[in-house]
């Protein structure tokens, strides 16, 4: 019989695993997003003005928009795991998911900062005539954030409203008693 403390411990372990897993996930995650989003760019002109063609004020946002997307997806596979590894813990999951979650959002924001462009002014005025330069990949509204929680609370609502109740002791269908057979 498993004691109160070794469960303690146990539960840290996966807890403490799964916090790791998010991090990492998430540091993974920023390099994806500075990889992948394509950024508006301006055009610098020979009176060092700068002019960004009307296809690329769309591209304004999409750092926003791969944020978002990337975000969805990784929180509905943190979701599963979650789930997956943690679900015993009964409402508290909910509560270590959105912090992996939550952690791998933010660890994403920054090194996808750090690895994509940053600091525009001073890369607009070191550009000469004729160069393209990218605005930052940054954020340009926080409610890209909620897509990470929301994405990884989809796996545990529906796996705990669908799944069995492991305290529930009752069969899913009862069992029909045998005929019992008459001997003479």
């Known amino acids: 019989m498993e004691t109160r403390r070794e469960r303690r411990r146990r539960t840290t372990i996966w807890v403490g695993s799964y916090i790791g897993l ?8 920023g390099v994806l997003w500075a990889r992948i989003t394509p950024l508006a760019t ?35 596979g943190l979701g599963v795991i979650a789930w997956r590894w943690l679900g015993r813990l009964g409402w508290h999951v909910v509560v270590v998911m959105l912090v992996g979650v939550l952690a791998a959002a933010g660890l994403c924001f920054l090194v996808g900062g750090i690895i994509g462009p940053n600091n525009f002014e001073a890369r607009l005025a070191a550009a000469g005539p004729g160069d393209l330069v990218p605005v930052d990949l940054t954020l340009r509204t926080p409610v890209a954030f909620l897509a990470w929680p929301f994405g990884g609370v989809i796996p545990v609502l529906l796996a705990s409203s669908l799944s069995r109740d492991p305290e529930d002791l009752k069969p899913i269908r009862p069992r029909r008693a045998k005929p019992q057979t008459q001997t003479r």
Do not use: C
């Not at 998010?22 to 995650?29: D, K, M």
């Open 22 to 29: 998010s991090v990492i996930i998430g540091v993974l995650a």
């Open 42 to 76: 301006y055009q610098v002109a020979s009176d060092a003005s700068a002019s960004m063609p009307e296809r690329q004020l769309v591209e304004i946002v999409a750092g926003d928009a791969y944020f978002v997307l990337i975000g969805f997806v990784v929180g509905i």
